[in-house]
């Protein structure tokens, strides 16, 4: 599994004009799932999300994680972070998980981050979604499980 997380001041999810998932402070995550993913790499990622260290601490440098920075979670399924672009001017999807699994898995991290942590936010798996952020920083880390 693969997440573009950006920290950012505030972003929000529409869907059909209507905002389905905002956050104020804290990390909008892209979420990609590949074949052969499963729950373990899920849970990884998880973990990542929430303690990879990217928001600053009293002098300036990034010690602090998204829990002890009291930040929101934004999850938004983003199948095209699976793609393979080595070759060619057009995307190759072949890697990306069938869209029923990456269904399955986006909700079990999503089910898991409700979980572990109060303040999570999504979009709609499959929708055509209206993504809107203020990037702090700007900070965008790529992170795999």
């Known amino acids: ?7 950012v001041q505030r972003a929000s999810v ?3 004009a209507r905002i389905v998932g905002a956050i104020d402070s804290g990390l909008l995550a892209l979420i990609g799932v590949e074949k052969g993913d499963d729950e373990a790499a899920a849970d990884r990622l ?6 990879y ?7 300036g440098k990034m010690n602090l994680n998204l829990q002890q920075a009291q930040g929101g979670l934004l999850l938004v399924s983003q199948f095209t972070l699976a793609a393979d672009t ?3 001017l057009r995307p190759s999807f072949s890697s990306a998980a069938p869209p029923a699994e990456g269904d399955r898995l986006f909700h079990y991290l999503l ?3 409700q979980q572990c942590w109060p303040h999570v936010a999504s979009g709609e798996f499959g929708a055509n979604m209206q993504v809107s952020l ?4 700007p900070v965008t880390f790529l992170l795999e499980s």
Do not use: C, P, T, W
């Open 46 to 51: 998880l973990h990542k999300l929430l303690h």
């Open 1 to 7: 599994m693969k997440a573009l997380i950006q920290r």
């Open 86 to 88: 080595r070759k060619g």
């Open 53 to 59: 260290r990217v928001f600053s601490d009293s002098e």
């Open 134 to 137: 203020i990037n702090d920083g």
């Open 14 to 16: 529409e869907v059909d």
């Open 111 to 113: 089910n898991q981050a």
